[in-house]
């Protein structure tokens, strides 16, 4: 009987130590996975800060490309077209406006000035495609303001891919 009990004891320190190798083996699991989770959320988050990058320095090259293409519509005095041009980069541009990467590029009241001109040149456009009529003088400065905003945009464009804004 002594023996019986001397055995069950030994069994019995042999499943603690087992256990608590176990729970040893666990823990440090544990620790390795998180080290891991965090790894993971840390290039996640990397990854999205590239997506983004990328994303902004597509949608400013956009704006830029349609910013040339109002100036050479206008130059070539198509007015119908010049008009949805200006629409269209009017509305790319208060898109962009919203976004962290534009935030970093200028300030509100910059974005705010030349969303200004932007609308002043659709107006100005709109109602000379309504009229058909566009004098030379009002031509000349439509093209001059044009000139400037996409000036502004390449700029821009150019501060974005340097900067990886």
Request: aromatic share 6%.
């Amino acid at each position: 009987m002594f023996y019986w009990g001397l055995l069950m004891d030994w069994i019995g320190v042999s499943g603690l130590t087992v256990s608590v190798a176990g729970f040893a083996i666990a823990l440090s699991q544990l620790n390795r996975t998180l080290k891991a989770a965090e790894a993971a959320q840390i290039a996640s988050a990397e990854a999205v800060r590239s997506v983004r990058i990328f994303q902004s320095i597509a949608t400013i090259q956009d704006i830029c490309g349609r910013s040339r293409d109002l100036l050479h519509l206008t130059k070539s005095r198509n007015l119908e077209s010049s008009a949805v041009a200006a629409f269209e980069l009017r509305d790319s541009v208060a898109r962009f406006k919203g976004t962290e990467a534009a935030k970093k590029l200028d300030t509100k009241a910059g974005w705010n000035l030349i969303i200004n001109s932007i609308c002043i040149v659709h107006e100005r456009l709109e109602s000379a495609s309504m009229t058909k009529r566009l004098d030379a003088t009002e031509r000349e400065d439509i093209l001059h303001s044009v000139a400037r905003i996409n000036s502004h945009f390449s700029s821009m464009a150019s501060m974005t891919v340097e900067s990886g804004t």
